[in-house]
């Protein structure tokens, strides 16, 4: 008996089929992950008993409504906003128990104790515009990741790594569980020697 | 004169095409895996401000993104021009992000409910009162962890 083969189909078509796909897909790729500056807020419920914080432990950024700064009442670019904090806090006035060790600023006396107690407070306008704002905000987290870069080169120069590139590291879903265990109690010893403690405070009302 | 003209036809053979819809498909393949469809329409303009001092957010599953902006060209007649938020697929008022928050957060997994982000797309000319108000509604329903999410670039870039 002859069998009768079954015709060929004609795949021809196949790759103008695929290409189409393709193209599809490729327009409708978005392969880069969403990046910014991370905040937490601080629970609505208030503290009945507000910690006291000396007036020198605070250091005052306000951003007015035409996008102007003020620090520490005096007026300021955005470019030399770094600096300042910086020099705030790393200032490390403190005597005794207070005492700073690792600071290396002036200790001049009418500025922070020590890192711990040196609180960063960010004030706007409702008609400061969300750029600038960020942009300010930008600024204050490079003045910490600064002075953790620095400690953290001195306290594993091993590793070979600022605080930032550990930090990245330790995020990074590629990095080894033991290495994670590694960078972990690395990390945090630098978090304590400079909390970042950035307050946003509501907003003034303007009239 | 023949054994000439036949060595010639075969010194060029017509190239195997037959092998390129299997590359084709293999490019096919590693688009449709690495895609991420773009899962809301942005109804608001949104060009995020510059930071270079950035994270990565984590997991696309843990997180929600709230937009706020001046509505786009199309909306303007219809909501005008001052900046507006969007949740979801439609501007929504101050009030909304609270409900809108709780009902995310009721979407998702329950290992995960307790590690949301909220990352707030807004554009660079926003005035700062809406996104305060944003903030405060977040806090109300202790949605605490928050992400300004920006592009990557030099501050000065903020600056005009």
Known sequence: MARRSSPQVNAGSMADIAFLLLIFFLVTTTIETDSGINRKLPPMDELIDPPIIKERNIFTVVVNKYDQLLVEEKPMEISEIRQAAIEFLDNGAGIGEEECSYCKGNRDSDSSDNPEKAVISLKNDRETSYKVYIAVQNELVAAYNQLRDREFRILYPNLGLSFVEANKRYSDPRTSPSEKENLKPKLSVVKLMYPQKLSEAEPSKTN | ?160
């Open chain 2, 1 to 160: 004169m023949s054994k000439f003209k036949k060595k010639k036809s075969s010194e060029l053979p017509p190239v195997n095409t037959a092998s390129l819809p299997d590359i084709v498909f293999m490019l096919l393949f590693f688009f449709m895996v690495a895609t991420v469809m773009r899962d809301s329409t942005l109804m608001v303009s949104n060009s995020l401000p510059a930071a270079d001092q950035i994270q990565k957010l984590d997991k696309k599953d843990r997180v929600m993104y709230i937009y706020a902006g001046k509505p786009s060209s199309r909306y303007i007649d219809k909501y005008g021009d001052q900046p507006r938020i969007q949740l979801n697929d439609k501007f929504a008022s101050v009030s909304e992000v609270a409900a809108f928050v709780l009902a995310e957060r009721a979407s998702k997994r329950q290992e995960l409910q307790n590690v949301l982000t909220t990352a707030l797309k807004v554009d660079g000319e926003t005035n700062m009162g809406l996104i305060s108000d944003i903030k405060q509604e977040l806090r109300k329903v202790n949605a605490l962890k928050i992400n300004y999410t920006t592009r990557v670039g030099e501050y000065s870039q903020n600056i005009d």
